[in-house]
């Protein structure tokens, strides 16, 4: 079964400063990606970024970034240069089965001026 | 401007009523999905339909029942619910299923707030 663990239930972070939120996880596939998506105060999920478990370089979008370490089964976000706008819960999650993402707990992000 | 659409955003219903939550998207996705978002748990799957047909129940309560006219269009229809149903039920839909080492991301709608009194 698939499992996410997201440790950080709440963090704050300085406007114009870097932030990273830790994902680990575990599966018992070989070939597998993780996604992440960030929940503002109006409910909406949005995508952000996605690695697969077999893509050499890390993924970037942006101002988003992805630190993963596939022997550690970690993927955790990176936010450079935090603007008000980030504050939002942010989940990690991976596919389970063939229909299903299997989302964390989140981490809930604010963004200080 | 989110290309899924849900209505109504807020709803309040009593255990005896009956109600339906709408979901659209423009998006020309296969799949579509219910959500159901409890504080403090992770997001639950409720149901996946892919071309119109339900591929997947997430061992959901008779209570609620979706229905797919077509690959724009899901509903959840609620009748006889609990307090605790209230929740944030999220629609999404995807170009594909989400499989494993897929890339079919998710598009979300801003959610239905249910409280059930």
């Known amino acids: 079964a698939q499992k996410i663990t997201q440790t950080q239930p709440g963090m704050f972070v300085q406007e114009k400063e870097a932030v990273t939120l830790d994902c680990t996880y575990d599966?018992?596939?070989?070939?597998?990606?993780l996604f992440w998506y960030k929940q503002p105060s109006s409910g909406e999920m949005i995508f952000l970024i996605y690695?697969?478990?077999?893509?050499?370089q890390n993924a970037t979008e942006g101002r988003y970034s992805l630190n993963f370490q596939k022997a550690r089964k970690s993927a955790n976000l990176v936010i450079s240069a935090s603007q008000l706008g980030d504050s939002a819960m942010y989940f990690c999650a991976i596919p389970t089965g063939a229909n299903n993402l299997f989302f964390g707990t989140g981490t809930r992000l604010t963004v200080i001026p | 401007e989110t290309g899924v659409t849900q209505t109504p955003r807020h709803l309040v219903m009593g255990m005896t009523n009956k109600k339906s939550l709408k979901c659209e998207q423009h998006?020309?996705?296969?799949?579509m999905y219910w959500y159901k978002q409890s504080a403090k748990k992770p997001l639950e799957l409720m149901f996946v339909?892919?071309?119109?047909?339900?591929?997947e129940n997430n061992s959901v309560p008779s209570r609620f029942s979706p229905e797919c006219p077509n690959s724009s269009h899901l509903f959840l229809h609620l009748h006889t619910l609990q307090p605790e149903d209230s929740a944030l039920y999220l629609c999404?839909?995807?170009?594909?299923?989400?499989?494993?080492?897929?890339?079919?991301?998710?598009?979300f709608g801003e959610g239905s707030r249910l409280t059930v009194l």
């Open positions: 690695q697969g478990s077999y893509d050499e």
């Open positions: 339909y892919n071309f119109k047909e339900q591929t």
């Open positions: 999404a839909s995807s170009h594909r299923r989400v499989y494993r080492g897929g890339t079919g991301e998710l598009f």
């Open positions: 998006l020309g996705h296969n799949a």
């Open positions: 599966t018992s596939d070989q070939s597998y990606g």
